[in-house]
């Protein structure tokens, strides 16, 4: 969610400089009202609990999406994993400027 805010944030920039925002999510489209509501994001949205967007990205070089799959996300409805944290930002000839994907295993578990 708060990598969600941080975008609404800058959205206004992109916007402005000629570009979109669209985001993909791993839930279920039944809570993205709820999502919407907490951040404030607006722009289009890709459901894709089946991480077919991340395939494809992943298979044309462009990003590599961390899917974690697990017992505990499979049980928070997460049938196919839950993806985490990425951007993508692409010029207009498809181009890539910029790309970050987290890497869950180099982030430590707050105490």
Avoid: C
Wanted: hydrophobic fraction near 45%.
């Amino acid at each position: 969610m708060a990598h969600i805010k941080e975008l609404v944030d800058i959205s206004g920039e992109i916007k402005a400089g000629g570009g979109a925002v669209v985001a993909a999510t791993a839930e279920a489209a039944e809570h993205l009202n709820a999502v919407r509501a907490s951040t404030g994001f607006a722009d289009p949205v890709i459901v894709d609990p089946e991480h077919v967007l991340a395939d494809h990205l992943k298979s044309k070089g462009l990003l590599d999406v961390a899917i974690s799959d697990s017992q505990v996300y499979r049980l928070r409805g997460y049938k196919n994993g839950l993806a985490q944290p990425a951007v993508l930002v692409l010029g207009q000839d498809g181009t890539v400027m910029y790309r970050w994907a987290i890497v869950p295993s180099l982030v430590s578990a707050r105490t």
